[in-house]
């Protein structure tokens, strides 16, 4: 499927974009701290890391889990994945695939699942949701951060003024598909999909870029070759120029200050209903 199609890739990706994320991906690593803290994980979980990227949270996870724990970090991009087995260990292993299809896991397989920055690139949420809950164990625990379309990221924002300015205003939906989810339709799909005890909250996070370049490598590394995708060459030069000159509106002492916003949700697979012989006691 081509990117003009305004549908997310993931046939974009390159070697450079994965090692550049490699590099600057520590921005999603400090709030996938934030993400898997209420997740409470402890020494002997099992955990599955879904759309795991390069690793680096994996890795942390592996960490609280300990030798008697197991990660598992799964992602379709190849190039990300053969990064991220060279952290690979005797607790933490790495597989390409998809939130659609976990079939290679049994049910019950995971006491914790957690995606960081990932349920907007997918556009099959219901069937993701419903796999992840059939891998949890009863009980088990999910946790998710997801871009919420009535609070975009202020780069974002600034990138679609820059399509206007470039005099391309017509293609401003363009910019960047990502397919984020609100607060009332994320209850709906976990809710359907079979979750309990679902709350969650919008954090603002503040991003210090060195500079437009940097920025943009890091926007083009995480979008995984989606970023101003449907553009052709010119028009992207236009888009980047008139970009940058926005961005000063952002300069603080060390560089360009952004605000990224992100809804945090947690929910629980409900424990499994009492056997007749434990209700008759
Ligand atoms: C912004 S990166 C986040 C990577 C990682 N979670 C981290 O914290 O650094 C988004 C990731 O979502 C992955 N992704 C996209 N579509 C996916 C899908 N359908 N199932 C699982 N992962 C997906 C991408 O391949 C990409 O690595």
New binding site residues.
Partial sequence: MSQLDGV?S?AQ?TPELAQA?EQA?VL??HH?KFLIGPLALQAGDHVL??????G??AEFAAGLVGPSGRVIG????EY?IAIARLRQSATLSFET????DLSRFDDGAFDAVY????LH???DKGQ?LKEIQRVLKPGGRLGLNVQDPAKPHESRALLRTAIQEAGLGDRRAESHPVLGVGDDDLRRLLTEAGFAEYRSDLRSLVEVHRDADSLLRWSEA?A?GNFLGGFSETERAAVRLAFTGLLETKRVADGLRLERYLRFAFARKPNARPGRAARSN
């Fill in positions: 997310i993931l990706d994320y991906g999603q690593f996938g890391d879904i759309g795991a990227g390069t680096r949270l799964i992602d379709p991009l990300r695939g998809r939130a659609e995606l960081n920055s990932v690139w997918i556009e993701a995480s995984f």
